[in-house]
């Protein structure tokens, strides 16, 4: 599977302007891909002004990522803010190229930011089926807990988007390959760069990682386009030498 991670700034809730941006981006792509990944909030920047930004399911950047899949012929993944039945979320979709489109809503909300205070706690773990591959799609602060992350679904690639901050740099790396080598899939955090509204620094560090722990693509500081391509019958090869996911806890999530 190709993948096309896309790291970079953010104009700060201006859905219009991230949108221009991202298209461009989109544009320079080479070649064909299966599925682009964007930030987390990637409409709005990391905003805790949900009244302001917030956007419904049948919005303008919904409608352009069902565009994007289109004109692209592949999937597009990334959250935004989605005001749903009076109460507003950190929804990410994951949309097909045909237009439909599967969500997950952010569990674990940012409490250092007042997250859990603008926003509502999403509670089910979505896996994602598309082209042979089963993808767990989460966003940022959802690394830190690797319980809600563990495999037993048996996917096969785990995603993160993500606002993660310059100065948490190092626990984004570490944890990244720790999510991929625990679970045994690859994974992949997309970041962005740049400065937010409220004056953090962002150094990125997209990657991609086996899942031994390798790296695929290596942190990016940069902004821009990075595709990789992923060999599933590398994952199922790894499992079949290294059978350490039978050996699981058993466990269920309150």
Known sequence: ????????SLAWEDAAANRDNFTTLIKNINGTTDLIVLPEMFATGFSMNPSAVAETMDGSTVTWMKQMAAANSCAITGSLVI???GNYYNRLLFVYPDGTYKTYDKRHLFTLAGEDKAYTAGTQKLIVEYKGWK???LICYDLRFPVFARNVEEYDLMIYVANWPQVRTLAWDTLLRARAIE???YTVGVN???IDGNGHSYTGHTQAVDALGSYILEPQQTEGVFTI???KQATLDTRSKLAFLNDRDNFTLA
């Open 135 to 137: 993808i767990c799609p």
């Open 83 to 85: 005001e749903d039945d």
């Open 1 to 8: 599977m190709k993948i096309s991670l896309i790291q970079t």
């Open 229 to 231: 391509e992923l060999d």
């Open 183 to 185: 679970n045994q899939a």
């Open 192 to 194: 962005r760069v740049g």
